[in-house]
């Protein structure tokens, strides 16, 4: 049983074809050219070269940094006389950038732990690198030599603290001779408690001496004591109407603060309900400013970030 | 009874379309909460704690994958780290945006991260990286983007540090025509102190004072001492070197005040030595 088509079904078919083909090979065409955009491969880029004896730890691609930033990239390694030419590719506006007696050091992004870079350290030169250029090459530094730079380091250290540890077994014979003579000092102990002894009874009786001259004192004093005895009574009225003053004021005082304590009892139950208000209210208003269509009407205005101000380029951004 | 059905319908539609309201999960919660108490704290001048927080907020944004956030808590965590004098670390948090490519991050967050990383290289003497970063934000940055006068304003600081005079002059002028509205009012008188500064430079310190004097005013509408501190050592230098010996002592008195009222021991010290000139 045959179907029958409609006429004109496969009019101009092969125009249609072509045409799709046509728009598919754009797309396609298109989609490299972004991949190609992307992966840079429309940006000029100048190699520089460096010999390195041991290439380890150098991989194509890893990143070539100036001052932190990513200009370049490891191209191409190849064997070549005294070790391995490595080739760097730099983005040509960058190669300005890069003095004469520049040279190229390998480093991690955090110090011992992180990402592997080229990093080129920048010379003094004035004029630019030329493009093909070699340059110095600081190989990293291997776990035997940091060792060794710690050892040459702490060495010096070690010996002072072994000297200091010889000169205090030294002090020890010292510590002998004066422990022999702190015995001595105690053997004579007794004889000093005698001539203690001595000096006290002396200064008892100095002390009887004193007393008999201290009882003609005395008497003077008395005499002076029935002078103050008249003036206390007049002095005692003065005072007893001062501190009734100041008893009258206290009362009154307390009388106060209990009022005071009263209305604040009063009051409290009032500031909890306005509190609770309060808090009501910052509710309704936080969920008002959620719902819409009010909720545009409430954007932040600001987007949290603290001011970025070029003031702070001068270094007087520390002290705030 | 249809324009009341159709108005009905217009009103749900839009209702549906109105974004869903955001709850926030636990984690996101923790993070709004981070960044709203490092922000208090900053205000208030508690810096470490403010750091503390920004530094959570960056691991919690860190946890969600959320870019913007990263972004932005690393800029800020690098504002606060520059003003307790911690470079290396402030350095360390524009990592996390600058080495570290992501994916939905805007372009003008990275223009910031730029122009941030620029700032603290000026600050810290490193003036060929700052002169890298500052042009890499440049370069991002439209002819009227935000930050237009504040990368002029770096360039012209570098300039200038570097002894480059006229070209520090030429980019401060630009920096000014950029810094327009009130946002732009601090660029604008960074812009002014450093067109001084050049002018100083060139040796034509008559000149200086005019747009140092302007200054002076744009800072002191603003409330911020450290630059009515700056502003006053400059006018005390412009004038000192134009043979105003009277005016220079009277702006040196006037730091000195400022200078001992923002409790800047260092900076009070200078400024009497050179009062006793």
Known sequence: ?320 | MSRWLAAWLIALTAACSAPATDRGSPAQGRLSEAEARAAALARSGDYAGAARFYGEALRIATSLENADAIAANAINLSVVEQWLGRDAEARAALAAVLDEPRAGLSERRKTQAELRRAILEAASGNLGAAEVWAGEAERRCASSCEYAAAILNVRAQVALDSGRNAEAARLAGAALERARGDSGRAEAANALRTAGRARIAAGDAGAALGPLRQALEIDRALGDPRKILADLTELARAADAAGDAQAARSYKERGLAVSRAINDGRSAAETEVLLRR
């Open chain 1, 1 to 320: 049983m045959s179907v029958a088509l409609p006429p004109g079904r496969f009019t101009r078919l092969v125009l249609k074809v072509n045409v799709f083909l046509l728009i598919a090979l754009a797309l396609a065409a298109a989609f490299m050219a972004m991949v190609a955009y992307k992966q840079g491969w429309f940006v000029r880029q100048s190699p520089l070269h460096f010999v390195t004896p041991n290439a380890l730890g150098i991989n194509k691609g890893m990143p070539v940094k100036l001052h932190g930033f990513t200009i370049g990239q490891v191209g191409e390694l190849k064997l070549a006389e005294g070790g391995v030419d490595v080739q760097l590719s730099i983005v040509s506006e960058y190669l300005r950038r890069i003095p004469q007696g520049s040279y190229a050091r390998h480093a991690r992004e955090a110090g011992v732990i992180g990402t592997a870079v080229i990093d080129i350290v920048p010379g003094e030169g004035t004029l630019p690198l030329a493009e093909g250029a070699v340059i110095r090459f600081e190989p990293p530094r291997g776990i035997s030599e940091i060792i060794d730079d710690f050892r040459r380091q702490a060495v010096p250290a070690f010996n002072e603290v072994k000297q200091a540890m010889s000169q205090l077994g030294r002090s020890g014979e010292d510590l002998t001779a004066i422990l022999s003579a702190l015995r001595r000092e105690v053997e004579q102990l007794p004889a000093t408690h005698r001539a203690a002894r001595n000096l006290l009874q002396e200064a008892t009786k100095a002390t009887a001496e004193l007393n008999q001259q201290a009882a003609t004192t005395l008497a003077a004093t008395a005499r002076v004591a029935q002078g103050v005895d008249r003036a206390l009574p007049a002095l005692s009225e003065k005072l007893n109407a001062s501190i009734q003053s100041i008893d009258a004021a206290a009362v009154q005082l307390k009388k106060t603060g209990e009022e005071a304590q009263a209305t604040l009892r009063d009051a409290r139950p009032l500031l909890d309900h306005s509190e609770t208000a309060a808090r009501e209210a910052g509710d309704v208003l936080s969920a008002a400013k959620r719902t819409w269509p009010l909720s545009d009407s409430f954007k932040e205005t600001s987007e949290g970030l603290l001011p970025i101000d070029s003031f702070e380029a001068q270094g007087k951004g520390r002290v705030r």
